[in-house]
């Protein structure tokens, strides 16, 4: 694939790459009700709207949009590729599956996962495999009534990570820098409403239907759509306040998701691998690069997100 780059001696004509990947977001749900933010930001630049994703859960479709391709081959990545042209490139991510798995190949990796969280989740799961499901249940009782009534949330919010990539702008650098935002992942839990005793109880029955001990209701799963809607709001915001703190003259801004999400389309909420529906596989796709703007309908498969990332820092002014 390097050998599609053009002469490593062509000086790129941006100083810094900023890639937004908003991780579990359905291109739906990109609307002026849910993303007003998202929808201005598409309006200076850029919006394609039929981008489709590599496959539908992080580990699978990461290695299309770094390497474009199945398996991850660092050597041929975006990092590698642009680092014969001088950029530096740093990941900043609170994303468990994206450190461990596609840490290699960056010159700096940002890991700002709270790992209190991280290992209470990590318990619970493994409960899970060794317990049967009305053993985990009187368990998980027990423990709400002894206090712990709280989302167990491992990723950090999208103000943190905008807080680590705007100090990174400040670096006189020429820069890519890979910003994997979580907000929308489950579980469901706005700041908003996170200290919701009903959304906590709701969330529970969606784990335990997940792991068919239960069925949801139709009103816990509209509860569950509001609380992801919620989310993309809340990380809207953020994206927005990030968006006009920034100069964007010498810079290009690339905003993707790396899947989409189940909602309950298909039985399911969340998403899996190889289940290629329209929720899970559809995702947006905005580039920002003070030049081009409009809409682009043809099909874009992230395959052809790295060839994608390497012509935009190379573009003539």
Not at 88 to 108: C, D, H, K, P
Not at 264 to 285: A, I, S, T, W
Request: glycine share 6%.
């Amino acid at each position: 694939m390097g050998d599609k780059d053009q002469n490593p001696e062509e000086e790129p004509t941006v100083k810094t790459i900023v890639v937004l990947l908003m991780d579990t977001f359905r291109f739906d749900h990109l609307t002026k009700e849910i993303t007003p933010n998202l929808i201005k930001i598409s309006q200076d630049g850029v919006l394609y709207t039929n981008c489709l994703s590599g496959d539908t859960v992080t580990k699978d479709s990461m290695p299309y949009l770094l390497c474009g391709e199945p398996q991850y081959l660092p050597g041929v990545s975006i990092m590698a590729r642009l680092k014969k042209y001088g950029y530096t490139s740093v990941v900043v991510s609170s994303n468990l599956i994206v450190n461990m798995y596609f840490g290699q190949g960056w010159a700096e990796v940002v890991d700002i996962r709270i790992e209190e969280a991280v290992s209470e989740s990590n318990l619970r799961v493994i409960l899970r495999k060794i317990t049967t499901g009305r053993v985990f249940n009187i368990g998980r009782k027990i423990y709400r009534k002894l206090g712990r009534k709280k989302f167990i949330i491992a990723y950090a919010r999208a103000k943190r990570h905008f807080d680590i990539v705007s100090s990174l702008l400040e670096v006189p650098a020429t820069q890519f820098i890979w910003c994997h935002l979580m907000d929308p992942h489950s579980p469901y839990a706005p700041v908003k409403y996170v200290d919701d005793p009903l959304l906590l109880k709701i969330h529970d029955n969606y784990t335990d239907s997940r792991f068919g001990h239960r069925a949801l209701t139709p009103l816990e799963t509209d509860i569950l759509r509001m609380a992801y809607r919620t989310e993309l709001t809340e990380m809207d915001e953020q994206i927005g306040t990030f968006y006009r703190s920034v100069d964007w003259s010498d810079k290009i801004l690339i905003i993707t998701a790396d899947h989409g999400e189940e909602l309950g389309d298909h039985g399911k909420f969340g998403h899996e691998g190889d289940r290629f529906f329209r929720e899970l596989q559809h995702v947006p796709l905005i580039v920002v690069n003070g030049r081009d703007k409009g809409i682009v309908g043809e099909d874009f498969h992230h395959k052809d997100f790295p060839d994608l990332v390497i012509e935009e820092a190379l573009k003539s002014g």
